[in-house]
């Protein structure tokens, strides 16, 4: 009978001491505090702008870029096929084609109002966002900055589609569809709203892919603080 208490008891102690453990894993070690775990989570995102995002601004940085590639909006699928159907493909291509250089061009225009949008984020509870899922820290900075970089960002992408010929290209296309005898329903989108959120969604979608890496492979924590502070999340 002592022998079976004994052996429940031993149960419950080393069940208790694996739940302890899972908690002290949790706990920011060796002297880091909020401030200093904050600091390392900026610099991921600061590493996924540098690394990743700057990808976006080269040629094909979106367009070959299945992550992240501009498609038409739903919109203006009927507008391609109709093109096509009516021998415009070339015309179409070229349209999706600008899209998505426009994004290009604007990426690399407003990085620097992504690099400050990292600098001026306040990381309330850091070591949650730091033991929570690959992309936490980057839907952290998208979930308080969307709006700001959104009204920043516009004007970067009306201007790129002037630069890079867009505005034109679309007004062809949209006029040659309206004026065919098929077409009944007049279309006028937004184009530059609809490329604004696409690419900054594009970015976003960058700079979690640089989050991830730093999190799951130690070779990717190229500082002292990187490896310092996801060293805690290990052990997740």
Known sequence: ??????????????TSCDELQNVVNQLPQGGLGNEEIASGLRQALDLGIDRQVSKLTQKDGFFKNELVKILLPEELKKVDK????VG?????????KV??????????EATPIFVD?????????????????DNAATLYLENRTTQALYNKF????????TKVG??????????????????????????????????????FTMISVEEK???NKVSSRTTDLLRRVFALQDHR
Do not use: C
Request: charged residues 25%.
């Open 88 to 96: 415009l493909s070339k015309l179409a291509d070229e349209g999706l």
């Open 154 to 161: 516009h004007p970067v992408i009306e201007n790129s589609f």
């Open 82 to 85: 109709t093109l096509r159907d």
């Open 1 to 14: 009978m002592h022998k079976k208490i004994f052996i429940v008891f031993a149960l419950l102690f080393f």
């Open 166 to 203: 867009a505005d034109q290209i679309w007004k062809n296309l949209i006029t040659r569809y309206n004026n065919l005898p098929i077409v009944f329903n007049k279309v006028n989108p937004d184009l530059t709203d609809y490329v604004t959120t696409e690419a900054l969604e594009g970015v």
């Open 117 to 133: 949008a990292v600098k001026g984020i306040t990381f309330a509870d850091a070591k949650n966002i730091l033991l929570g899922d």
């Open 99 to 108: 899209l998505n250089r426009a994004a290009e061009d604007a990426v690399k």
């Open 213 to 215: 890496q730093i999190r």
